[in-house]
Structure formats: C-alpha cells, structure tokens
C-alpha cells in the first residue's frame, strides 16, 4: 500500500507547479499561502517516497523470509504516521489557498462548539 501510495504521490506532486501557474497574479496574501503549501508539500512528498522505498525494500528482501524484524516494523509504523500527519498539514494549507473563510477557525477537543 505504502509504495502505491509513493508512486500515486509523484503525480499529485507534479501537478503542484503547474496549478500555481493557473493564477497570472495572484495577490500577496495567496503567493505567501502557495509558497507555505508549497514547502510543506515538498516536505510531505519526500517523507512519502521515503516511506515507499522502504516499504519496497521490505518487500523485496523479507520476502524470502517471512520474520520482519520488530524494530523495522516499529520504524515503518512511526514513519507512516509522521507522514499521515505531514499529508494532513499539507493538505490544510492548501485548503487555506482557495478557502480563505477558515483561516479563523480554531482546533476544540471533538464534541466542542465552534466558534469562528
């Protein structure tokens, strides 16, 4: 699943540039919310193709031998988990570009009434 979700990520990635290009000139305010989604977007692409490489070498050296080691394990799960919450942080920045209505919006524990 992780190295499908790596390569699906190349695309998505790729489509990044040219969708900032859409937008002749886009006032301050956007270019400062695409520059932040774009830096977080590079950082998240990365961590992601780290992920599937590793996923992939898994793969193809356990496959052999059925044991994976515990620590490697461990590993693969804390750093699909960082890069689950660096794909979420992107992905609200980019929300921020084109919805600019919950800039305002503060994080409450679930079940909390929100108030803008």
């Not at 290009?21 to 977080?40: E, L, M, T, V």
């Not at 609200?92 to 679930?110: C, Q, S, T, Y």
């Amino acid at each position: 699943m992780f190295v499908a979700l790596a390569l699906l990520s190349v695309a998505v990635y790729l489509t990044g540039s040219p969708a900032n290009h859409q937008d002749a000139r886009p006032a301050r305010d956007f270019r400062d919310k695409i520059h932040n989604h774009s830096q977080a977007a590079e950082f998240a692409f990365w961590s992601m193709e780290t992920l599937g490489a590793l996923s992939l070498f898994a793969l193809l050296k356990f496959k052999a031998r059925p044991p994976i080691p515990d620590r490697f394990l461990i590993g693969v799960l804390v750093l699909s988990m960082v890069v689950f919450a660096l794909m979420l942080w992107t992905a609200a920045l980019g929300w921020k570009i084109r919805h600019p209505e919950i800039e305002g919006w503060n994080l409450v524990p679930f079940g909390a009434s929100l108030r803008v």
